[in-house]
């Protein structure tokens, strides 16, 4: 069986203004990367097409250890607490390490 | 002062039919970021033109424009702010957040007026491309200003906040002044200024024989946009809705008096005026509230400005604005 390490893998669907907060806020809590694609959707405040600067989504998503998990959380949650719209979920994830 | 006429030129009638296609939901879909790089292209070529004219005008009128532009700027997203929280009682947040969409300016709608110019042959000055991109900014600073102030009188934890909410209101407040829409005016003013003009003769047709093409099919995705919008005005409510077809009026005034009496301008420059004035922001403006004021409500200012402002000035405001300044020009 391969060798994986768990891990905590944070998705965050957020308005793309918000992309380099949430890249501050991954490389502060101790996500190792990121990957951020632009994404289409709707909810509360409307469709979201992306033909607009201010309509524009992206889907965030990062994976944590156990450890840095309370911490990351407690950070989109302070943000999400200041009025930005964040829709945020976790899932497990089993990380193959990198080759040494 | 207002006929059909006025309707039958094709940025109109391409608006009209994005609007025609979002509402029998039809799948036209356009590429992504292509209205993006069609608003560069454009942003470019109304730079570029209006640089080149500015070589040849009077630099105090220009100065005198800078000057007007700025009272605009900072003048109506306070008039705006005291309708919505005073007269409509809405929350300070949601008032800062749309007063600042009616302070700053639709380039959508100055592109319009100038086809609409164009198509009746009536010339314009080139000041009113400078107030264009002065006016950009302003209002995202007054919006910034009024909701800081609201928050603090509304006795916020704002310590909770600070450290992170300093650094990003000053970044706000630099991306304000430097956001693309500023940058591609400015430089393509710039540009066309200072380049020399035999140079400038080889890139000249590729930013005007095809300016009103590219302008329709913008126009017809702006269309689509709107379209998409007018089902939110259910949620805006009646009096939202009313701001969003009066603020455009006191603006549009503001703007041709100041245009006529204050610049001296032509017919044609005191309508490319009173657009200005008249106009709402729903590109540059929207996401610096969404970064600035989260506790907004984007369905509002991205409805009133894209959904009711727009085509209301469009349709009705600049043959309006148009008519007022053939009144005062005599």
Redesign the interface.
Known sequence: MVATEPGKQIHVVA????ER?LIETAQKYGASGYTVW?ARGGGR???H????????NIYFVMVVTEENLEQMLAALE?MMG????LAVWVTEARVLPRPA | MFDLSNLLIPAFLFFALGVLASVVRSDLRFPPDLAKALSIYLLVAIGLKGGMELAQADLGVAFGAVLVALALGFGLPLIAYLILWRLGRFDPLNSAAIAAHYGSVSAGTFLVAIAFLESHGVAYESYPVIMLAIMESPAILVGLFLAKLSRQSAAVDVAEAVPSENGETRRMILDSLTNGSVILLLGGMLIGYVADPGALVTIEPFYTEIFMGVLTLFLLEMGMEAGRRLEAFRQVGLFLTGFGLVMPLIGGVFGLLAGHYLLSLGMGGTTLVAVLGASASYIAVPPAMRLAIPEANPSYYLTLALGITFPFNVVIGIPLYYGAAGWLAG
């Open positions: 308005n793309g203004e918000r907060r632009d405040t409307g469709d097409t992306g033909t607009l600067d201010a309509d524009r302070r200041r009025g930005h719209r």
